[in-house]
């Protein structure tokens, strides 16, 4: 059974760092290119960040470039997302999607609030 899991998403004030996990099980994990999309409420879901299969190759958005960092740890099936200087506008769920091919799996996602 195809599983991600996130985890680490909470509440943080505006300046602040969390480090958000995606645990994935039941496919081979290296083979798949991961990404972090986001969904803030009332628009529509964003990509972030994505890192190919073996993590020589990270792409990001504008908004998050230079404040995220997208990494894995293959041995562990987990993908990872720093995210540094958080501004209220990263307020969002935060999901993690495995793609390879025609085969695309997605997390249910982890809350990010971002709040003075």
């Known amino acids: 059974q195809v599983q991600l899991v996130e985890s680490g998403g909470g509440l943080v004030q505006p300046g602040g760092s969390l480090r958000l996990s995606c645990a994935a099980s039941g496919f081979t994990f290296s083979r798949y290119a991961m990404k972090w999309y986001r969904q803030a409420p009332g628009k529509e879901r964003e990509l972030v960040a994505t890192?190919?299969?073996?993590?020589?190759?990270?792409d990001y958005a504008d908004s998050v470039k230079g404040r995220f960092t997208i990494s894995r740890d293959n041995a562990k099936k987990t993908v990872y997302l720093q995210m540094n200087s958080l501004k209220p506008e990263d307020t969002a769920v935060y999901y993690c999607?495995?793609?390879?091919?025609?085969?695309?799996?997605w997390g249910k996602g982890t809350l990010v609030t971002v709040s003075s």
């Open positions: 890192i190919s299969s073996y993590g020589g190759s990270t």
């Open positions: 999607n495995a793609i390879y091919f025609r085969e695309d799996y």
